[in-house]
């Protein structure tokens, strides 16, 4: 390549007496020693898309292979399982009596005869209009269902007064309602909310139907709360 150089400029019609220009050629490149820590990182080839292996071939999984790998289970003898539970005779079984060996009998619940109701509930049919949708449809009209103008004290003996089937107030869990406008829509009857009326009725209410929620049935007939009288 430089003698190929030299001629080429010597064509071109340069002086003999000028100096020959110096050619500088690249040196070889040193050799490189495992010490030497300089290398250049390049990036991984585009079109090398094997995965790497897992675990690692250095890996402390490849060198020492768990044990259990050549553990080959081994199943158990009839004698080694456990036995099942002892099965009395059906001749030795008995409905209701529990066996000491182990019970498969039917239990108690099952044999022995519901009780019979203490009292029938009969149903009242209601008047026409008087649903549970007319009952919510009379508290959304505005119309006075306390009869008081502001919230009372109620005692004991205030409440006795108010128990007939014009003037019906009762109390339930220390709140005072007057039960009048809601006599005709109780789903049990006029009489069998007249069985509360000028008293408490908390207990009867908690005994007959606890799941029904009665502040929200009777929020627009409240009166007031119960006191102790002074």
Not at 96 to 125: F, H, I, M
Not at 130 to 149: C, E, F, I, T
Not at 152 to 165: A, I
Request: charged share 20%; hydrophobic share 35%; aromatic share 6%.
């Amino acid at each position: 390549m430089a003698s190929y150089l030299r001629n080429w400029l010597f064509s071109q019609g340069v002086e003999a007496t000028s100096p020959a220009p110096t050619i500088i050629e690249n040196p070889p490149p040193a050799e490189t020693t495992d010490d030497d820590d300089t290398e250049t990182i390049h990036g991984g080839n585009d079109n090398d898309d094997t995965p790497p292996s897992f675990p690692s071939l250095n890996s402390a999984q490849r060198l020492a292979p768990s044990a259990q790998q050549n553990v080959v289970p081994r199943i158990l003898t009839d004698s080694e399982l456990m036995p099942p539970p002892p099965v009395p005779s059906l001749a030795a079984r008995r409905p209701g009596v529990a066996s000491s060996t182990g019970s498969l009998a039917v239990p108690l619940t099952t044999v022995k005869p519901p009780p019979k109701p203490s009292a029938k509930r009969g149903k009242v049919a209601l008047a026409p209009g008087h649903g549970p949708l007319d009952w919510a449809n009379l508290k959304k009209s505005g119309q006075d269902l306390r009869g008081v103008d502001t919230l009372l004290r109620v005692t004991p003996s205030m409440l006795k007064q108010h128990n007939t089937r014009e003037d019906a107030w009762s109390a339930f869990n220390g709140r005072v309602y007057n039960i009048t406008p809601y006599l005709p829509y109780h789903p049990g009857g006029e009489k069998e909310l007249m069985r509360v009326a000028g008293r408490d009725g908390s207990k009867l209410f908690a005994l007959t139907h606890a799941w029904v929620n009665l502040d929200y049935m009777l929020d627009a007939c409240l009166i007031g709360f119960l006191v102790q009288s002074p």
